[in-house]
């Protein structure tokens, strides 16, 4: 029975490995995040003002092989015109932003909403911080009070007050003056 034992041992301790090579290829540390939160806020001011305040319930950042954070798990962001009017609210399940490019990528059930209550829904919409521009290349709908337009393709201001979809189709309204 003692021999037995022995052997066991004499089998585990040759089976053990500590290979850099291999402990490194298993865990890469150029892949993993630097930071993780859950149920973040960040707030991007100008001049003092609120601009932008992005809530998620997961947050993780990441700076190799790039500087990205994302968000997961639910996503809302608010843009406003100063510290205390908000001008839109976009809603998602997933985003991105890239810290070099200031370049935000909404995904998942995206929903834009604007202070006059126009609406947009998308599966991905991109914000643009240094153009000031929000805008998209997939499948959209927009309702507002009088229509229903879809078209695939759109751009706008954060505050979604005038817009432009490339190829719209739906019911119109239009008036004439």
């Known amino acids: 029975m003692r021999k037995f034992h022995c052997y066991i041992i004499f089998i585990l301790l040759f089976s053990c490995n500590n290979d850099e090579k291999v ?35 997961k947050m993780t950042r990441y700076i190799k092989p790039e500087n990205i954070i994302t968000f997961s798990e639910g996503v809302k962001v608010d843009f406003y015109t100063d510290s205390t009017n908000k001008k839109s609210v976009l809603t998602s399940q997933n985003a991105s932003v890239n810290n070099k490019t200031h370049i935000m990528t909404a995904t998942d059930n995206v929903k834009l909403l604007s202070y006059d209550n126009k609406e947009l829904l ?20 927009i309702t507002t009070e009088d229509e229903v337009i879809y078209g695939v393709g759109f751009s706008s201001t954060p505050d979604f007050t005038e817009y432009e979809i490339k190829k719209a189709k739906g019911s119109f309204n239009l008036k004439k003056d």
Do not use: A
């Open 23 to 57: 402990t490194e290829n298993f865990i890469n540390s150029d892949t993993l995040p630097v930071e993780e939160m859950l149920n973040s806020t960040i707030i991007y001011t100008e001049n003092g003002d609120v601009r932008v305040k992005i809530v998620s319930s």
């Open 122 to 141: 998308t599966e991905e919409l991109i914000w643009d911080q240094k153009n000031n521009l929000i805008y998209t290349e997939r499948e959209v709908k």
